[in-house]
């Protein structure tokens, strides 16, 4: 009847250490990216009465062992790492992953004593580092310069740091490398009677803006101007008439900055195309371009010849205006019997600027967008995963800390290499399953009853065995 009892008191003893488990996913359901725990029991140590015996030849057969439990205790306490649900925040520091991996935190900014989340609620510090509600530095890659390209890229692979988002974050100024011409000229514009007059009735003049490399603008005049009228095709000249600093309004009537000359010779087909560049056959094999370098303002504003500066500040390139890498520029260009429309367009060069915004892509790199059009990365947000994240061992604050059980951490880029893909604007939700967690609060509350009924029934007995001396 003792043996009875304390088995009744490892049944509540079990029962009350999963309640205990059961109130905390409860408590616990609306927290971010928390993963519920799960209790199992065990039957623990049986007293063998009698033990087991196999047959006799001529005699008595096997006899089973006869053994009495000695109660119920807790087998495990398993984390179940299931994704929760998603939640849009609209918050763009707000992440979460969608699938395996985990982000890496540090209380410093360096790769030591490194923790592991799924809470992605993330904000800025005053410092503009991307940290945790607890203020750990969310850590990831940081940036280098592409050889090849010259743009700002993350440093995949190398030192873990930690992501920071400057808004005093500048983009330099870059100088325009590529002018584009596109539009329709009127194949119906009369032949000019004078071609190299800038003030020509029957020239289409249009006007784009370039940059040096300090970001300074510049307005570029271009001419195109009908020199010959063919029944087989047109002969136009596209030249370079003025370049106008547009701060001071100076300005220069050039005459050598456009392929060492001052014009282009355009050659369309009678279907409206363009097939000829400075006599060549085929204009999609042509190299004009752009060379302002050595610049010399010669007039004010005012037609004078007295500017207020005479050279540019900032230097520039050659710039682009056909080029056989790129021939799809020729197809821009046409003459048919419509409207001139025909334009030089400028695709690069800027002047500098702030970073006016950040967004954090599904691979994880934070891309700063800043206010004079560019975008360039600012470092990438991380993952790791694990061998056996059951492993993991949890701390306060969501964090969870890998053990020899977990394997070591394995860190890599999100969305590639089975690593889930980051989610901005969203964070993951609780995993508690409340249906399931009240279903387990009645079965446990019922298991606690049932074996405190054990230590009652043994008591009455007991108490009846006390009262046989009566």
Do not use: C
């Not at 009735?201 to 490399?213: A, E, F, I, K, P």
Request: proline letters at 3%; glycine letters at 12%.
């Amino acid at each position: 009847m003792m043996r009875s009892m304390y088995t009744g008191v490892t049944g509540l003893r079990t029962h009350q250490g999963k309640m205990d488990t059961i109130g905390h996913n409860i408590a616990n359901v609306n927290t971010v990216a928390y993963k519920k725990g799960q209790v199992t029991f065990k039957e623990t140590f049986n007293q063998t009465v009698r033990g087991a015996s196999g047959a006799q030849r001529n005699s008595i057969g096997g006899i089973n062992p006869q053994q009495v439990g000695m109660g119920v205790g807790t087998g495990a306490i398993n984390t179940i790492y299931t994704r929760g649900a998603g939640q849009r925040t609209d918050n763009p520091t707000d992440l979460t992953i969608e699938g395996e991996g985990w982000f890496v935190v540090s209380p410093h900014a360096t790769n030591h004593d490194k923790y592991y989340t799924r809470a992605g609620n993330f904000n800025l510090d005053n410092d503009g580092n991307l940290v945790t509600s607890e203020g750990f530095y969310v850590l990831g890659y940081g940036t280098k310069i592409d050889e090849a390209t010259g743009e700002v890229i993350p440093n995949d692979g190398g030192p873990l740091q930690k992501i920071q988002i400057n808004k005093s974050e500048t983009a330099a100024p870059t100088a325009t490398e590529n002018i584009i011409p596109r539009g329709n000229l009127n194949s119906n514009t009369e032949v000019a009677e004078d071609p190299d007059n800038p003030n020509n009735l029957n020239s289409r003049t249009t006007d784009t803006v370039v940059r040096d490399s300090l970001g300074n603008a510049y307005s570029v005049t271009t001419q195109f101007i009908k020199i010959s009228d063919a029944q087989a095709g047109n002969e136009w000249r596209m030249r370079i008439s003025r370049v106008t600093d547009i701060a001071t309004g100076d300005y220069v009537e050039p005459t050598n900055v456009i392929d060492g000359g001052n014009a282009v010779q355009l050659i369309f087909n009678s279907d409206g195309a363009l097939t000829g560049i400075n006599g060549t056959d085929n204009a999609k094999t042509s190299t004009v371009t752009l060379d302002l370098s050595g610049l010399t303002f010669t007039n004010d504003k005012s037609g004078g010849t007295n500017p207020t500066k005479t050279e540019p500040s900032g230097t520039f390139k050659t710039i682009t205006i056909f080029d056989p890498i790129a021939p799809e520029r020729v197809d821009g260009l046409t003459q048919y019997a419509n409207e001139s429309t025909a334009k030089t367009y400028s695709s690069d060069g800027q002047t500098s600027g702030t970073i006016s915004s950040f967004s954090i892509g599904a691979d994880g790199e934070v891309i700063g967008s800043f206010d004079n059009g560019s975008r360039k990365s600012l470092g990438r947000i991380i993952l790791a995963k694990f061998d056996n994240t059951g492993g993991l061992e949890k701390m306060t604050d969501n964090l969870y800390k890998d053990t020899r059980n977990s394997g070591e951490p394995q860190e890599g880029i999100a969305g590639g290499s089975g690593y889930g893909k980051i989610s901005s604007g969203t964070l993951e939700m609780s995993n508690t399953d409340l249906a399931l967690e009240f279903t387990e609060l009645i079965t446990t509350q019922r298991g606690f009853q049932a074996n405190s009924r054990i230590i009652t029934t043994s008591d009455e007995m007991l108490q009846e065995l006390v009262n046989i001396k009566r």
